[in-house]
């Protein structure tokens, strides 16, 4: 079992940035890759970013490539991502995921463990 903890959600004015943290336990974290999902009111879970079990491979959704930023720290059992010049169009729950070993990292079956999810909202 996998547990997993998002934090660093919260409000900010458009064009500002913030830095999601998602700490995992209960697997070697440095086993799997990560990926980070965001679902807006009444949208489906969307893929956003997501690294490979080493860092040295991530993939990012169109709508957030050059702004957002994947990255790990597998000391830390932790997964980041760093937004930048957020738009009102980021306003989300977002969710952090691990990676269930395929060979895809952009749909949410393909990842097994979910945490709970933060909420970001960007007011324009």
């Known amino acids: 079992q996998v547990q997993l903890v998002e934090s660093g959600g919260g409000l900010v004015q458009a064009g500002g940035s913030l830095r999601l943290s998602c700490a995992a336990s209960?697997?070697?974290?440095?086993?799997?890759?990560m990926g980070w999902f965001r679902q807006a009111p009444g949208k489906e879970r969307a893929f956003v970013a997501a690294i490979s079990w080493s860092g040295g491979f991530t993939w990012y959704a169109d709508s957030v490539k050059g702004r957002f930023t994947i990255s790990r720290d597998n000391a830390k059992n932790t997964v980041y991502l760093q937004m930048n010049s957020l738009k009102s169009e980021d306003t989300a729950v977002y969710y952090c995921a691990t990676h269930g070993g395929g060979s895809g990292y952009y749909y949410t079956h393909e990842y097994d463990y979910w945490g709970q999810g933060t909420q970001v909202t960007v007011s324009s």
């Open positions: 209960g697997r070697t974290f440095s086993s799997y890759g």
